[in-house]
């Protein structure tokens, strides 16, 4: 079965500074690969997706991640984090049967 | 596209109550998810319909929460009778395909059983 891992249950990054999310997947098959962003009080929004081709994805709000097969990994990045980006983020995998969620990473944003 | 509506936003009840969650899907997206969010059990899937068809219940927690979809405009989550540990912030989702297409999450229903 498949499944997902965020290793980092909180993050805190101060404004400015570059950001990496990481997420760790478990499947047998090229998975479908989604981040997703929450704000408080919202539901869960699409930042970025990969099915296959190049293994760098940009998303909205100036978010990349990128697939490394090698490391069944599909890790998020900014360059420079906005004090609106912190929320809670969700790496989630998919098949054909199945969507499955990550626990989520809470990222703060010091000024 | 006004997104996947739900309503409530907020429902505080007593416990013993009836609570019906109301969820309006994105036209043309064939698949609808109820979602509950928790601190301490995060995202759980609860139930998901094909076609207005539910296809998989097995994240149900029990008798008391049921769900239906009359028509693909529109699906209800009913609990009856409601608990204190029911309380949650449920999301409806919809989208094409199971598992392959990106989910379309509404607001959510903050539900709250005193």
């Known amino acids: 079965a498949q499944s997902v891992t965020q290793p980092d249950i909180h993050i805190t990054v101060s404004e400015g500074a570059s950001l990496e999310l990481r997420c760790n997947y478990s499947?047998?098959?090229?998975?479908?690969l989604f981040w997703y962003v929450q704000s408080p009080g919202q539901g869960l929004q699409l930042l970025l997706k990969?099915?296959?081709?190049?293994?760098l994805v940009q998303g909205i709000k100036g978010f990349e991640a990128e697939f490394k097969r090698s490391q069944s990994s599909f890790n998020l990045r900014k360059p420079s984090v906005h004090w609106s980006d912190a929320a809670e983020y969700f790496c989630?995998?998919?098949?054909?049967?199945?969507?499955?969620f990550g626990a989520g990473t809470r990222l703060t944003v010091k000024p | 596209d006004a997104g996947v509506i739900q309503s409530p936003r907020h429902e505080v009840t007593e416990m013993g109550q009836e609570v019906t969650l109301r969820c309006k899907p994105i036209?043309?997206?064939?698949?609808l998810f109820w979602y509950r969010q928790t601190m301490m059990r995060g995202l759980e899937l609860l139930i998901y319909?094909?076609?207005?068809?539910?296809?998989?219940d097995s994240g149900m927690p029990e008798d008391r929460f049921s769900a239906k979809m009359p028509n693909a405009s529109f699906s209800t989550l009913k609990i009856q009778p409601s608990e204190p540990r029911d309380s949650a912030v449920y999301f409806c989702?919809?989208?094409?395909?199971?598992?392959?297409?990106?989910?379309?999450f509404g607001n959510g229903t903050r539900l709250t059983v005193t």
């Open positions: 036209s043309g997206h064939d698949y």
């Open positions: 499947y047998g098959a090229t998975p479908y």
């Open positions: 989630a995998v998919g098949n054909n049967n199945d969507m499955r």
């Open positions: 990969y099915f296959s081709g190049d293994t």
């Open positions: 989702a919809s989208s094409f395909r199971q598992g392959t297409s990106p989910l379309h």
């Open positions: 319909f094909n076609n207005n068809v539910p296809i998989d």
